[in-house]
T-cell receptor, first 115, second 110 residues
Framework: GAGVSQSPRYKVAKRGQDVALRCDPISGHVSLFWYQQALGQGPEFLTYFQNEAQLDKSGLPSDRFFAERPEGSVSTLKIQRTQQEDSAVYLC?????????????FGSGTRLTVV | RKEVEQDPGPFNVPEGATVAFNCTYSNSASQSFFWYRQDCRKEPKLLMSVYSSGNEDGRFTAQLNRASQYISLLIRDSKLSDSATYLCVVNPWKGNDMRFGAGTRLTVKP
């Protein structure tokens, strides 16, 4: 596609509910990243994929967070048993290469509110 | 200490002013550097890369000082449309993720 597509755009979840956030990167982009952005803060790194391989998941805040990219294109970020502190915008970004030379293209994000 | 630190501002400047933002990073092995712009409730967008020799793009000038581990962004002749949050971004090492500062908020007033 022309850009990075994320869905849903907004999600309201009751505390304890599981959610799944989808990212559809730019076609052919090798690298895919998930970030969490709380209000008034910069994006915080969650996890990184190169093709289908999850090379870095050091930013995932707990074992309730899980991400996958099984075929090296679409990625899903799953949050189990959501808590209020999970409320944030979840940004997905993709890059043609390693990002070092090309920078990232971000999706519009999913705004998650846990009530 | 955060990996990337920025003055959060806000910076409120009149149209036509020159404004400068600084950013420091903690990892001396960092490889590449960027400034991103983020409008309210929008995603970050790449503004410019930052090269060791310094680089300019129209009214915007970026500088990198590796010895002091800081990056700067200078905006000349500010426009109302420059109002946004400016994010300093550092790639800690090759082929990996980027780390973002918390952002500096700029408001340009008529």
């Amino acid at each position: 596609g022309a850009g990075v597509s994320q869905s849903p755009r907004y999600k309201v979840a009751k505390r304890g509910q599981d959610v799944a956030l989808r990212c559809d990167p730019i076609s052919g982009h090798v690298s895919l990243f998930w970030y969490q952005q709380a209000l008034g803060q910069g994006p915080e790194f969650l996890t990184y994929f190169q093709n289908e391989a999850q090379l870095d998941k050091s930013g995932l805040p707990s074992d309730r967070f899980f991400a996958e990219r099984p075929e090296g294109s679409v990625s899903t970020l799953k949050i189990q048993r959501t808590q209020q502190e999970d409320s944030a915008v979840y940004l997905c970004a993709s890059s043609r290469g390693t990002g070092e030379y090309y920078g990232y293209t971000f999706g519009s994000g999913t705004r998650l509110t846990v009530v | 200490r955060k990996e990337v630190e920025q003055d959060p501002g806000p910076f409120n400047v009149p149209e036509g002013a020159t404004v400068a933002f600084n950013c420091t990073y903690s990892n001396s092995a960092s490889q590449s550097f960027f400034w991103y712009r983020q409008d309210c409730r929008k995603e970050p967008k790449l503004l410019m890369s930052v090269y060791s020799s310094g680089n300019e793009d129209g009214r915007f000038t970026a500088q990198l000082n590796r010895a002091s581990q800081y990056i700067s962004l200078l905006i000349r002749d500010s426009k109302l449309s420059d109002s946004a949050t400016y994010l300093c971004v550092v790639n800690p090492w090759k082929g990996n993720d980027m780390r973002f500062g918390a952002g500096t908020r700029l408001t340009v007033k008529p």
